[in-house]
C-alpha cells in the first residue's frame, strides 16, 4: 500500500473541495482557486472534513497514480491556505533585477535588458539582490522560478549568475599560471 496514498487529507476551516465527474477536483479556499483534472480510476472521498483517495486494484500503474493524486490535492489544499513562494539569488557585479507593474526587469551582463511579464496568478517581488516568486500553485511557481534561473544559471568558477537561495554551486577551481 502507498504510504503517501493512503494518508487523509485534513480539509482545513474555510476551504471548499468539490469533486465533479471524472475527477474533475476545484479547491476553493482564501487565497484563490484552483481547479484540475486527476485520473479517472482512482476514487476520491470526501467525509467528515477529510479526503481520502483510493485505488482499485494494485496494477503498477494505479500504485503509481494513487500517491501521486494525493500529493496533488493535498498542494493544491496547502496553495489555497497559505500559497508557495520560491526565492531566487543574483550574484555577480552589474547583475540586477527590477519590477515595475507586473514587468519584471533583468540585467544579467547581456547586451540587452531581459524582461519578463508575471504569468496569470504568480507575483514576483524584487528585495536588494533577491527574487520572491509567490503563488498558490506550487507547480507554476516553481516553473516560473526555473524560467527566471534559465535566463543566467550560476557558473561554478565565480558563482555568478541566478541560483535558489538553498542551491549550493559546485565550485570549481580556476586556471593556475606557469611556473
Known amino acids: 500500500m502507498s504510504r503517501i496514498g493512503k494518508m487523509p487529507i485534513a480539509i482545513p476551516s474555510g476551504v471548499t473541495v468539490n469533486v465533479a ?3 474533475e477536483v ?10 484540475r483534472a486527476l485520473p479517472s480510476v482512482l476514487t476520491i472521498k470526501q467525509e467528515n472534513g ?6 482499485p486494484n494494485d496494477e503498477k500503474e494505479n500504485r503509481a497514480l494513487h500517491g501521486l493524486t494525493r500529493s496533488l490535492i493535498n498542494n493544491m489544499v496547502i496553495g489555497v ?8 539569488e543574483i550574484n555577480g557585479v552589474g547583475y540586477r533585477a527590477a519590477k515595475q507593474g507586473k514587468k ?18 504568480i507575483t ?21 522560478a526555473a ?9 561554478p568558477y565565480k558563482g555568478k549568475g541566478i541560483k535558489y537561495s538553498n542551491e549550493v554551486i559546485r565550485r570549481k577551481v580556476g586556471k593556475t599560471g606557469k611556473k
Open 26 to 35: 476545484t479547491v476553493k479556499g482564501p487565497k484563490g482557486e484552483l481547479k
Open 124 to 144: 514576483t517581488e524584487v528585495k536588494d539582490n533577491q527574487i520572491i516568486v509567490s503563488g498558490i500553485s506550487k507547480e507554476a511557481v516553481g516553473q516560473y
Open 21 to 23: 465527474e471524472n475527477n
Open 104 to 121: 519584471l526587469t533583468l540585467s544579467l551582463g547581456y547586451s540587452h535588458p531581459i524582461e519578463m511579464e508575471d504569468p496569470e496568478g
Open 147 to 155: 524560467v527566471i534561473r534559465d535566463k543566467r544559471p550560476p557558473e
Open 50 to 55: 477529510e479526503l481520502t483517495v483510493e485505488r
Open 81 to 88: 491556505t497559505e500559497g508557495y513562494s520560491k526565492t531566487l
